[in-house]
Nanobody, 116 residues
């Protein structure tokens, strides 16, 4: 059974930090690119960051460059998103995504709220 389980969301003040984690199981994790998406109320789901299956390549949406870092551990089958200098506009539900040659998997999402 494929599972992607996110954790680490919550309420944080502007300028604060959060680290999201995604625990994967049920598929060959080290053959899948991992991404984080987010969806704010009333907006479309947005790709935030991607890391290749080996971890050698990463990419970010312009709005988070220099503030967010995506990483993965192919031994522990986990992916993470370190979010620093958070802004109110980062408020959204964040989703973990695994993309392989044939299949795409999604987590259930974790809420991140940036507010004073």
């Amino acid at each position: 059974q494929v599972q992607l389980v996110e954790s680490g969301g919550g309420l944080v003040q502007p300028g604060g930090s959060l680290r999201l984690s995604c625990a994967a199981s049920g598929f060959s994790f080290n053959t899948y690119a991992m991404s984080w998406y987010r969806q704010a109320p009333g907006k479309e789901r947005e790709l935030v960051a991607t890391i290749s299956s080996t971890g050698r390549t990463t990419s970010y949406v312009d709005s988070v460059k220099g503030r967010f870092t995506i990483s993965r551990d192919n031994v522990k089958n986990t992916a993470a998103l370190q979010m620093n200098s958070l802004k109110p506009e980062d408020t959204a539900v964040y989703y973990c995504n695994a993309k392989g040659i044939r299949y795409i998997y999604w987590g259930q999402g974790t809420q991140v709220t940036v507010s004073s």
